[in-house]
């Protein structure tokens, strides 16, 4: 016996839960999907997501700190 059955997987669906995963785990079907739910099933895309936001580099950071305290450095020797 699988378990959950597909009475679990509609007593699920009645509290609310999402129960797209379970046509993914094949626990129940995407006919049944539908019938549990009223709406056709949509099987869920990957999709790489980039950045193109720039990223500065831990050297970056180090350097601009060096910087900045080597400046205050020289300022409070003045």
Excluded: C, H, N
């Amino acid at each position: 016996m699988i378990f959950p059955t597909i009475d679990t997987v509609k007593m699920l669906f009645s509290w609310g839960t999402d129960i797209k995963p379970y046509v993914s785990l094949k626990v129940i079907t995407a006919e049944e999907y539908q019938t549990i739910t009223g709406e056709a099933y949509v099987a869920p895309t990957t999709q790489a997501t980039t950045s193109t936001a720039p990223v500065a580099s831990t050297s970056d950071s180090v350097a601009s700190s060096l910087s900045e305290s080597t400046s205050t450095s020289e300022s409070v020797a003045q």
